[in-house]
């Protein structure tokens, strides 16, 4: 008897406690709670930020890893198809598509209330081999390109009409400084065998499909302006989207991903604000799209070595935060996506970067077994204590439809 009114006590206490748990949390203004309690997406709401993760499918559906699946609903309030919007996916053989993980993804994120960025319409990587097979044989010559092209974005904007709030239009056009010749230029399977007027028909093709999603130009290395030469990329980008803009080109905005490497030098938030802030000028929305801060795995780091650990960590967490302090300084940049959220489900160890595949890794927010790392609580506390006067809510980017020259 005794025992059991010590139970009852017992009970009523806990649930006195998650009701007041559930309270605070969900406090309209966010500041009754600790941010190590609250979720990444409830941390942005705030801001009128939406806080992403490139999703995994299998990972998704995988039963035996449970964590994945109830993370991603938690903690994310707008997700994208790490894989399986990309042409080669999508139309493995010619004229026969293969929408279900796709739309399973769809489902999921309208089970949780979630905004979906579609990945990718035009890409180089990731294409069907029967097209990139035709084109090196000849078989498929420029103007059946074009019409390929045209046919593959309107069937796919088709598909997911009404259920992508930003698109990925075109992705990764630009070569980089460290190619050769290093003067920024066009390059890439589309530039090559179809010119580079595909963006601008990539980006008219889509809104004529859809008038409501927001359209947007991606790529990496864009954090942030260089001096302005003929090697840096931000600027050849600023100028050619400017010109695109001018032609009533459909561009909506930009989408930098942030895959960054703590052994180079970056960017503080200053120079990604200010970046930010000369597109948000043109009229553009901005964001993060793909954040992930990526470390050398040394045999120390990977034994543990703390004096190899903890910089990476802290570095790690540094860089997220500079992404994060400058798309928050700014009423345009409208989400940040991270690139997966968990070292167990990265595709940095997956991927040469130069010196090998696996020879990189914990590029992400939580550690292989779903441990919060520093990263994860930094952006949180960016989250938490950012506010008016200087950050304020989004603004709402209304789709470009008028196409008449500027
Ligand atoms: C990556 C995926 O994460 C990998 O799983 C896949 O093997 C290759 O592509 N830029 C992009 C993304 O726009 O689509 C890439 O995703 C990462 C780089």
Not at 310 to 318: G, H, T, V
Not at 354 to 372: F, H, I, N, R, V
Request: glycine share 8%.
């Amino acid at each position: 008897m005794r025992l059991k009114w010590f139970t009852v006590v017992g009970a009523v206490a806990a649930a006195a406690v998650s009701v007041l748990g559930v309270l605070s949390t969900s406090a309209a203004d966010g500041s009754s709670a600790k941010p190590s309690e609250q979720s990444l997406r409830a941390l942005g709401t705030r801001h009128g930020l939406y806080v992403g993760t490139a999703v995994d499918m299998q990972a998704l559906a995988d039963a035996a890893d449970p964590s994945y699946r109830s993370l991603v609903a938690s903690q994310f309030s707008t997700i994208t198809a790490e894989n399986v919007m990309k042409w080669g996916l999508l139309e493995p053989t010619k004229g026969t598509y293969d929408w279900r993980a796709a739309d399973e993804l769809i489902d999921f994120a309208r089970k949780n209330n979630q905004r979906v960025r579609g990945h990718v319409l035009v890409w180089q990587n990731q294409l069907p081999k029967w097209l990139t097979d035709g084109v090196t044989s000849g078989a498929i010559g420029k103007d059946e390109l074009r019409a390929l092209l045209q046919k593959h974005i309107t069937d796919v904007v088709t598909h997911f009409k009404g259920k992508i709030w930003q698109w990925d239009v075109v992705n990764e056009a630009l070569s980089d400084p460290w190619d050769t010749p290093n003067e920024i230029h066009y390059k890439g399977f589309w530039n090559e065998h179809y010119g580079p007027e595909y963006i601008a028909d990539a980006f008219r093709w889509a809104r004529a499909v859809d008038r409501d999603a927001l359209l947007f130009y991606n790529d990496y290395n864009i954090e942030a302006f260089g001096d302005g030469g003929p090697k840096d990329k931000v600027q050849f980008l600023y100028n050619e989207v400017n010109k695109l803009l001018s032609q009533g080109v459909p561009i909506d905005g930009i989408g930098s991903q942030g895959h960054l490497a703590t052994q180079y030098g970056n960017y503080d938030a200053l120079q990604v604000a200010d970046t930010i802030q000369r597109f948000a000028d043109l009229g553009l929305a901005y964001a993060f799209t793909e954040v992930d801060v990526r470390s050398q795995m040394t045999p120390k780091v990977k034994s543990g070595d703390s004096v190899e650990v903890n910089p990476r960590l802290q570095s790690s967490a540094a860089n997220f935060s500079a992404l994060l302090q400058a798309c928050l300084a700014n009423r345009h940049c409208l989400s940040f996506t991270v690139w997966g959220f968990t070292d167990k489900h990265s595709w940095i160890p997956t991927w040469d970067f130069g010196s090998g595949k696996g020879t990189e890794g914990m590029a992400t927010l939580y550690d292989e077994s779903y441990q919060p790392k520093r990263a994860l609580n930094t952006v949180k506390a960016d989250l938490f204590y950012a506010g008016p006067p200087n950050v304020q809510p989004r603004i709402a980017h209304k789709p470009r439809r008028d196409l008449s020259a500027r």
